[in-house]
Each structure stands twice: as C-alpha cells, then as structure tokens.
C-alpha cells in the first residue's frame, strides 16, 4: 500500500525546532515523512573515514531521530545519490509535495534544479524556504538593486531592515509527522565511516561568552568565542535564535552573524569566487605556490610560534580561533605567496565549521583579493599580533609543541616577505592597467 505523504527533506537545518521549511510541511494537510540523504556525491570526496562532520550530522541525526520515536514517528534515511534517492521515493509513496529549506552554494542550487524538474514530470510541487539566514539574495541590495560588495553599508541596510519577525521562531507540531515503527537511521559504518571522537551536544547561547565577546574575542588563550559555527554551518542552532539573543546582549556578536549572510550573499550572486578572486586583477599575482613551504604550513613548522599553534590545533582539533585563522592566512599569502586557493582547500578538509561562503569570503579577505575596502598591503606581522593578542604565550604553548625548543628555525624573515608581497602584488595590478 503507497501512503500518500508530504516530504520534509532535512539538510542544513538539522533540528526539529524553530525550521521554517518543517512548519510549512507540517501545516501542508498530508503527514509529513522526514527525511535525510547522505549524499554519497558529497561523503565520495571525503578521504578521511574519520572525519569529525559527518559524526556530528550522523549524531545530530540519531537525536531527532529519538525525538521522532516518542512521537511514533522515524526519520528515515538514505544512502546514494539525490535524484536517485528521490526516484525511489516517490515509488514508495505518493507524494504529494517535497518541503525543504533553501541552500545558497552553486553545486547545491543545481543539485535542488535537477530535483525540482524531476518532480515536475511527477507533477509534484517542490516548495523551499529561507531558513538559514534572516535575509537571503537580494533582500538586501543597493538602491539600485546591485548587490553589495562592501561590508560596511550592506550591514547598516541590514540592521535598518530588520524587524522583530524576521527573528521570530517558527512553531513545530508534532502531530502531522507520518506514523510510523521506530527505525534506525543509517549507521557510520554502513556510509564507510567511523566514530571520530566529537560529541555531539544540542548547541546552547552562552551569555558568559556572549555578553563580553567583544571584549574578549581576540586572545585566543582565553577561548571566549561561542563555539557555534558548527551549528550554524548544520543547522542544529536557529539563526533566528542567535540574532534575537545578539541583538539583547551583544552587538559585536550580531556583526560576526551579519557577515556570515554578507558572504553567502556574495556566494549567491557571484558564483565564480569559488575558483576566482573577486578582485579578478588579482588572479594575475605571481605566487611562488612553493610545494615545501606549503607543507611545512599545513604541519606547522614554519617557525613562526603563532602561525604553528593555529595549525597544529586545527589539525588536531578541526577548530582555530578566528584572530589565529586571520593570522595563518595571512602568513600564507602574503609571507609565503602561495595562492589562497590552496589554504581554502585546506582549511576545507581540515575545519568542523567548514562554509563555503564564509571559508572562501574570509580567504579572499586575507589575500587582498575579496571583496573588502581594505588595499592589499594590509599584512600582519605574527610576531607583532603574538604581542598583542597573546602576550603571555598561553595559547603558544598550549597548542605549539616546537616551541622554546628552538628546532624550527623561520621560513622566512618578516621583512623580506613583505617587501617581497608587496612588490609582487602592485606587478601584478600594474598588468592589469596596461
């Protein structure tokens, strides 16, 4: 027998509370199946069969699922290709309307186009919502309807257009979700994976981080940092849950939150800074792209105490603090001249909180070549940000191992790299002008 139902189709936005595409499903008519697909697209370009991500979905996951249970419901889950999954599904049932939330990134808009004709031949409505941002696209543009490309005034338009609904909470009942016997989701071992030692907690507003993190954010020995972009990047935090308790307790918080939307709008209308800088004079830089120093970055032996404590934690915890993230960056383009690309990538394998719009957007900022006011010669010097920023060495000696030991002599010395920036950058612009 084919039930007829409406399908919710979770992906970032993994919660069953406060998810704006989940209360329209649920308020379709038809009990609502739930559904999540490991997209065997996505876990095939994942070489690390420990890979902290796909624990913390699959976690993430098996709580709903329980919650699910105690409703006499289940969330049920797929292996295998979209389309192909979506296939089978709409064999199984009758359909009647697939519900999810509205993904930003270029691979991800195709992915949702392709299913959306598919269900079109089916002459099933395909309905998605905002729900991961409080304004998407072009909600917020120049008075000429251009998008933005400045930080700046895209968040003064920003905070001048937010209202208190944008920020209210989407209600969830659970009476219309599809009845069904407890099952369970796929395991770890059956998408090719294991345990990677990451617990998953429900993601909670901390107001002792919150109320001073614009104090505190900078010095990463005192980790006074929310921890969030985990859940923000899956979806198991509200964003409309974080700008409403920004906007009470801390405006430099709400900041960090309008520019992770200024980058995925960026993302969204101008799709080529994936593989392209924004400022496109700046794809004629020179860089060195020098294969040894590259790696001595990734494993954090360039010398420089600050720059090795940010890898050596990321590569050990998949977390850096954000002021260390801007360091290392920048020490990669500009004192070593290997090209932004390939840290991004690395970043990309490495990072729990791994964004594309946001790893990309903040890349681009340390390379001079986004979209950003600042010239390129910004470059941070690492001695002096240690200085300012952990001054004690606290977080140097927690996270740096070669430290003191005086075995790892510098990669380069400070001043000769930017000199050395400086003069291949403004060649580069320069043949851009002729």
Same mark, same amino acid.
Not at 33 to 52: A, C, E, V, W
Not at 85 to 111: G, L, M
Not at 140 to 158: E, H, M, N, Q
């Given at each position: 027998?084919?039930?007829?139902?409406?399908?919710?189709?979770?992906?970032?936005?993994?919660?069953?509370?406060?998810?704006?595409?989940?209360?329209?499903?649920?308020?379709?008519?038809?009990?609502?199946?739930?559904?999540?697909?490991?997209?065997?697209?996505?876990?095939?370009?994942?070489?690390?069969?420990?890979?902290?991500?796909?624990?913390?979905?699959?976690?993430?996951?098996?709580?709903?699922?329980?919650?699910?249970?105690?409703?006499?419901?289940?969330?049920?889950?797929?292996?295998?290709?979209?389309?192909?999954?979506?296939?089978?599904?709409?064999?199984?049932?009758?359909?009647?309307?697939?519900?999810?939330?509205?993904?930003?990134?270029?691979?991800?808009?195709?992915?949702?186009?392709?299913?959306?004709?598919?269900?079109?031949?089916?002459?099933?409505?395909?309905?998605?919502?905002?729900?991961?941002?409080?304004?998407?696209?072009?909600?917020?543009?120049?008075?000429?309807?251009?998008?933005?490309?400045?930080?700046?005034?895209?968040?003064?338009?920003?905070?001048?257009?937010?209202?208190?609904?944008?920020?209210?909470?989407?209600?969830?009942?659970?009476?219309?979700?599809?009845?069904?016997?407890?099952?369970?989701?796929?395991?770890?071992?059956?998408?090719?994976?294991?345990?990677?030692?990451?617990?998953?907690?429900?993601?909670?507003?901390?107001?002792?981080?919150?109320?001073?993190?614009?104090?505190?954010?900078?010095?990463?020995?005192?980790?006074?940092?929310?921890?969030?972009?985990?859940?923000?990047?899956?979806?198991?935090?509200?964003?409309?849950?974080?700008?409403?308790?920004?906007?009470?307790?801390?405006?430099?918080?709400?900041?960090?939150?309008?520019?992770?939307?200024?980058?995925?709008?960026?993302?969204?209308?101008?799709? !080529?800074?994936?593989?392209? #800088? *924004?400022?496109?004079?700046?794809?004629? +830089? @020179?860089? =060195?792209?020098? &294969?040894?120093? %590259?790696?001595?970055?990734?494993?954090?032996?360039?010398?420089?105490?600050?720059?090795?404590?940010?890898?050596?934690?990321?590569?050990?915890?998949?977390?850096?603090?954000?002021?260390? !993230?801007?360091?290392?960056? #920048? *020490?990669?383009?500009?004192?070593?001249? +290997? @090209?932004? =690309?390939?840290? &991004?990538?690395? %970043?990309?394998?490495?990072?729990?909180?791994?964004?594309?719009?946001?790893?990309?957007?903040?890349?681009?900022?340390?390379?001079?070549?986004?979209?950003?006011?600042?010239?390129?010669? !910004?470059?941070?010097?690492?001695?002096?940000?240690?200085?300012?920023?952990?001054? @004690?060495?606290?977080?140097?000696?927690?996270?740096?191992?070669?430290?003191?030991?005086?075995?790892?002599?510098?990669?380069?010395?400070?001043?000769?790299?930017?000199?050395?920036?400086?003069?291949?950058?403004?060649?580069?612009?320069?043949?851009?002008?002729?």
């Amino acid at each position: 027998m084919k039930y007829s139902v409406a399908i919710f189709w979770f992906r970032r936005d993994l919660r069953l509370e406060d998810n704006v595409g989940l209360h329209q499903a649920l308020t379709s008519g038809y009990p609502v199946l739930p559904i999540f697909i490991f997209d065997t697209q996505i876990l095939g370009k994942l070489s690390n069969k420990y890979d902290r991500r796909v624990d913390y979905i699959h976690q993430a996951l098996h709580q709903m699922n329980s919650q699910l249970h105690q409703k006499q419901s289940a969330l049920q889950t797929f292996y295998g290709n979209p389309l192909a999954v979506f296939e089978k599904i709409t064999d199984t049932y009758h359909v009647q309307a697939v519900y999810c939330n509205r993904d930003y990134e270029p691979q991800a808009i195709q992915r949702d186009n392709a299913i959306e004709a598919y269900l079109q031949e089916k002459n099933i409505p395909f309905y998605t919502y905002k729900d991961q941002v409080i304004f998407e696209q072009s909600e917020i543009v120049k008075s000429d309807g251009l998008p933005y490309t400045v930080f700046t005034p895209y968040a003064k338009k920003w905070r001048a257009a937010l209202q208190e609904g944008h920020y209210a909470a989407a209600r969830i009942s659970f009476d219309h979700f599809f009845k069904t016997a407890a099952t369970e989701i796929h395991s770890l071992s059956e998408l090719a994976f294991q345990k990677a030692g990451i617990p998953f907690q429900k993601p909670e507003l901390d107001i002792r981080i919150i109320k001073d993190y614009d104090l505190y954010r900078n010095f990463p020995a005192m980790d006074h940092t929310t921890h969030l972009g985990m859940a923000l990047r899956f979806g198991t935090i509200s964003i409309r849950k974080c700008v409403a308790f920004a906007l009470y307790h801390n405006e430099t918080w709400l900041s960090e939150l309008i520019w992770r939307e200024f980058f995925m709008q960026v993302l969204f209308h101008f799709p !080529r800074v994936v593989n392209q #800088s *924004f400022k496109t004079q700046y794809d004629y +830089i @020179d860089f =060195r792209n020098n &294969e040894s120093e %590259f790696e001595r970055w990734c494993n954090g032996e360039t010398g420089y105490p600050i720059v090795d404590a940010g890898m050596h934690q990321l590569n050990k915890t998949g977390f850096m603090h954000n002021r260390v !993230r801007m360091i290392v960056a #920048s *020490f990669l383009c500009k004192h070593l001249l +290997i @090209d932004w =690309r390939w840290g &991004e990538a690395y %970043f990309a394998n490495q990072l729990n909180d791994y964004d594309l719009a946001a790893n990309n957007g903040n890349w681009q900022w340390a390379a001079g070549t986004g979209c950003d006011a600042a010239p390129y010669f !910004r470059i941070f010097n690492p001695a002096a940000q240690s200085l300012k920023f952990d001054k @004690d060495f606290k977080y140097i000696k927690k996270w740096n191992p070669h430290y003191d030991q005086n075995i790892i002599k510098p990669i380069v010395e400070h001043e000769v790299a930017r000199k050395r920036c400086l003069a291949v950058y403004k060649k580069a612009l320069q043949q851009t002008q002729i």
